[in-house]
Each structure stands twice: as structure tokens, then as C-alpha cells.
């Protein structure tokens, strides 16, 4: 059975940073995976935030150039490094991961962490 599990949210000030992890288990991850991110925001849809998919990585448009994922195989890990954090950035982060090339719609993909909440101050 695979599992996520998400950590490193917290409370931080506009222009900070944080990194978030999600730890696989239950599946080591293939390069050929597709592993994510998405955010909700209270009384907002999921929106999408990351993915990489055998070296391919995209990004959602309100986060790119301050959002970096990466991924760890050797820790069957996926990052999510946040840099100039800003209000509109406060949300429930997810991981997110399947087994085939997906894109950005969250009602694809097949496992899902229980989230982590980042709130920026502004």
C-alpha cells in the first residue's frame, strides 16, 4: 500500500522560505512516476503546484521561479523548496503521486499525502 506522508509547513513571513518533504513508502519510486504538489487554499479548488516526471518538471504559473521540486531516490523522497514566500502562497500543501505520466489535474492522480499547512504573514 502506498503511503505519503508530508512535513516542513509552518508559519513564516512574506520573503521567507521553507522546504517541504513527502516521504514514499510502500513503493520505491521509479523515475517514470509522476509525483507532485498541489495547494488548497480555504474555499478554493486544488490548484496545482509542481510535478516531475522522468526528469521533467513543470510548474504551476504563480509559483514558478520561486518553487523548486526535487527528488531524493535513494530516501524515496520528493521536495518542494519555497523561496520568497508570499501571502497568497498560504494554503494545505499536498504530495501527490501515480505510476503514470500525469499533468496538472489533481482528480488523476491515484495517492495523495494528508497535506501540511505553510501560512506567510504578511
Known amino acids: 500500500q502506498v503511503q505519503l506522508v508530508e512535513s516542513g509547513g509552518g508559519l513564516v513571513q512574506a520573503g521567507g522560505s521553507l522546504r517541504l518533504s513527502c516521504v514514499v513508502s510502500g513503493r520505491t519510486l521509479k523515475p517514470r512516476d509522476t509525483m507532485a504538489w498541489f495547494r488548497q487554499a480555504p474555499g478554493k479548488e486544488r490548484e496545482f503546484v509542481a510535478n516531475?516526471?522522468?526528469?521533467?518538471?513543470s510548474y504551476g504559473n504563480s509559483v514558478s521561479g520561486r518553487f523548486t521540486i526535487s527528488r531524493d531516490n535513494a530516501k524515496n523522497t520528493v521536495y518542494l523548496e519555497m523561496n520568497n514566500l508570499k501571502p497568497e502562497d498560504t494554503a494545505v500543501y499536498y504530495c501527490?503521486?501515480?505510476?503514470?505520466?500525469?499533468?496538472?489535474?489533481?482528480?488523476?492522480?491515484?495517492?495523495w499525502g494528508q497535506g501540511t499547512q505553510v501560512t506567510v504573514s504578511s
Open positions: 501527490a503521486a501515480d505510476t503514470q505520466r500525469l499533468g496538472r489535474l489533481a482528480g488523476e492522480y491515484d495517492y
Open positions: 516531475w516526471w522522468s526528469g521533467i518538471i
